[in-house]
């Protein structure tokens, strides 16, 4: 696969890469550890200070880096720059918290008398070097969001990001040097999926995380398994959006829109499955499917566009297959359904929404990555919460009800790594992201995100000698 930035809006080749050659992806690594020996030592302040930097640098670039995304995924502009922005807003919470974070825990000297110690501590330690194998989607937050509690904790970072996001990756690179970090600290590899494997082998490499599909998660953890290296996995999702009678429909109508086309529908948390109870379908479904027809598709450079294109060409042609796989099986196309006739160039599909869904079509079980929704109706509480959870995915869930009774029964059987009550999915720096069942392990963000790459050390401090 070329490592290009092909716009999506035209299918035009905007800028081309070269992948870096064996001795350069050695170079690199061999920079990566010598650095790891040094940075590791440096105090949190220090950390802090230099994550602050990159944060402050970020923010004055944040128009340019947002065409950057949009030309080279296509994402609306405004969207862009609220990606920087939130990317700021992280490294700026992980500079003021890591500390507390990641501070020295001291057992109660009860709970380790019979131990024979005198006092415990409890240490995070840095790992090493991660290898970060990331996704176009959020071609900023997605390494943001890793780097910074990374960073942060005392680990040096390698970047093997998505082939079609280049100016991206090497934007990020330039960053980190330019707020002062030493250069081994965070590298881009503009490499192939086939180099991956050879890198995360490297014994200089102490663990690997991966934001992307599910074959690519299976592959990254496999081969890690084989080398005993720690892996964090955010893989695919097809999250339910459960709206139930007591629910406010209007909002949840309206929320379920943006829920289900941010970032032209292609994001792992964007809700994909409306399942509505029987009481409240037709008001929510009439209400959805109008919203989601009157969003105004175009040229993601235009403040005017709501979605955009999809980000490649076999995207858009993946999509398509799935929603022909569900039409010709009998689902009803309530909007969309096809491509639009304007634009006329570029990876452009219609928002759409599909009734008349079941279990002998393709979309029931697979995720659709791009702006189709699937829409369901149910009796009650029990056959919503087994729909919700019939897919192998489990990144997160919303559920819309003011019920209290009900509230505690979604969050005890929903099998997802979030439920988001009145609300949509969405991530925060203070909030632990991640899924459960195919959805992968581990969970990024918060306390529990900076930890994941931390070597969690007990300290055993013994009486000593009268």
């Given at each position: 696969m070329p490592?290009?930035?092909?716009?999506?809006?035209?299918?035009?080749?905007?800028?081309?890469?070269?992948?870096?050659?064996?001795?350069?992806?050695?170079?690199?690594?061999?920079?990566?550890?010598d650095?790891f020996?040094?940075?590791?030592?440096?105090?949190?302040?220090?950390?802090?200070?230099l994550l602050?930097?990159?944060?402050?640098l970020?923010?004055?670039?944040?128009?340019?880096?947002?065409?950057?995304?949009?030309t080279?995924?296509g994402?609306?502009?405004?969207?862009?720059?609220?990606e920087?922005?939130?990317?700021?807003?992280?490294?700026?919470?992980y500079?003021?918290?890591a500390?507390e974070?990641?501070a020295?825990?001291?057992?109660?000297a009860?709970?380790?008398?019979?131990?024979g110690?005198a006092?415990?501590?409890v240490?995070?330690r840095?790992?090493?070097?991660v290898?970060?194998?990331?996704p176009w989607n959020f071609?900023?937050?997605?390494?943001?969001?890793f780097?910074?509690?990374?960073?942060?904790?005392?680990?040096t970072?390698?970047?093997k990001?998505?082939?079609?996001?280049?100016?991206?990756?090497?934007?990020?690179?330039?960053l980190?040097?330019r707020?002062?970090?030493?250069?081994?600290c965070?590298?881009?590899?503009?490499?192939?999926?086939?180099?991956?494997?050879e890198?995360l082998r490297d014994?200089r490499?102490?663990a690997?995380?991966?934001?992307?599909?599910e074959?690519?998660?299976?592959?990254?953890?496999?081969?890690?398994g084989?080398?005993?290296?720690?892996?964090?996995?955010?893989?695919?999702?097809?999250?339910?959006f459960?709206?139930?009678?007591?629910a406010?429909?209007?909002?949840?109508?309206?929320t379920?829109?943006t829920?289900?086309?941010?970032?032209?529908?292609q994001?792992?948390?964007?809700?994909?499955?409306?399942?509505?109870h029987?009481?409240?379908y037709?008001?929510?479904?009439?209400?959805f499917?109008?919203?989601?027809?009157?969003?105004?598709?175009?040229?993601p450079?235009?403040?005017?566009?709501q979605?955009?294109?999809?980000a490649?060409?076999?995207?858009?042609?993946?999509?398509?297959?799935?929603?022909?796989?569900?039409?010709?099986?009998?689902a009803?196309a309530l909007?969309?359904?096809?491509?639009?006739?304007?634009?006329?160039?570029?990876?452009?599909?219609?928002?759409?929404?599909?009734a008349g869904?079941?279990a002998?079509?393709?979309?029931?079980?697979?995720?659709a990555?791009?702006?189709v929704?699937?829409?369901?109706r149910?009796?009650?509480r029990?056959?919503?919460?087994?729909?919700?959870?019939?897919?192998?995915?489990?990144?997160?869930?919303s559920?819309w009800?003011?019920?209290?009774?009900?509230?505690?029964?979604f969050?005890?059987?929903?099998?997802a790594?979030?439920?988001?009550?009145?609300?949509?999915?969405?991530?925060?720096?203070?909030l632990?992201?991640?899924?459960?069942?195919r959805s992968?392990y581990?969970?990024?963000?918060?306390g529990?995100?900076?930890?994941e790459f931390?070597?969690?050390t007990?300290?055993?401090?013994?009486?000593?000698?009268?």
């Open positions: 490592i290009a930035t092909v716009n999506p809006a035209t299918g035009e080749t905007i800028r081309s890469f070269e992948p870096l050659e064996p001795e350069d992806i050695e170079f690199r690594l061999a920079r990566a550890a650095t020996r040094a940075y590791r030592t440096t105090d949190l302040p220090a950390r802090a200070d602050g930097r990159a944060a402050d970020l923010a004055a670039d944040e128009e340019p880096i947002a065409r950057t995304m949009t080279e995924m994402k609306p502009l405004a969207a862009a720059r609220a920087a922005a939130k990317c700021v807003k992280a490294m700026r919470w500079a003021a918290h500390g974070l990641l020295d825990e001291h057992p109660a009860a709970d380790v008398t019979d131990s110690a006092r415990v501590v240490r995070y840095p790992l090493g070097t290898l970060a194998v990331m071609p900023l937050w997605q390494v943001i969001r780097a910074a509690p990374a960073l942060m904790a005392g680990n970072v390698l970047l990001h998505a082939s079609n996001v280049p100016q991206t990756a090497v934007y990020l690179e330039e980190f040097h707020a002062g970090y030493p250069e081994g965070f590298q881009t590899l503009l490499i192939g999926s086939a180099a991956v494997e890198v014994p490499v102490a690997a995380t991966l934001t992307g599909s074959p690519a998660g299976r592959s990254v953890a496999a081969i890690a084989d080398e005993v290296k720690k892996t964090v996995l955010e893989l695919g999702g097809s999250d339910p459960v709206v139930m009678p007591s406010d429909v209007a909002a949840a109508a309206a379920a829109v829920a289900r086309v941010q970032n032209n529908g994001s792992c948390i964007a809700a994909k499955r409306f399942i509505a029987a009481e409240v037709d008001e929510f479904c009439e209400r499917t109008e919203g989601m027809r009157a969003l105004t598709v175009g040229d450079m235009d403040a005017a566009t979605v955009g294109p999809l490649t060409e076999q995207g858009r042609a993946d999509l398509e297959r799935l929603v022909k796989d569900a039409l010709e099986h009998g009803r909007c969309g359904g096809h491509r639009p006739l304007r634009p006329e160039r570029g990876w452009y599909y219609e928002p759409t929404v599909l869904v079941d002998t079509m393709r979309i029931h079980r697979e995720e990555f791009g702006p929704a699937t829409v369901y149910v009796p009650g029990e056959r919503a919460i087994a729909l919700a959870n019939d897919t192998p995915f489990g990144l997160s869930s559920v009800t003011r019920d209290e009774d009900e509230m505690a029964h969050a005890r059987d929903i099998e790594g979030g439920v988001y009550f009145n609300g949509m999915t969405a991530s925060h720096p203070a632990p992201f991640g899924g459960a069942k992968g581990g969970r990024e963000l918060s529990h995100g900076i930890r931390c070597n969690i007990t300290l055993w401090y013994g009486a000593g000698e009268d």
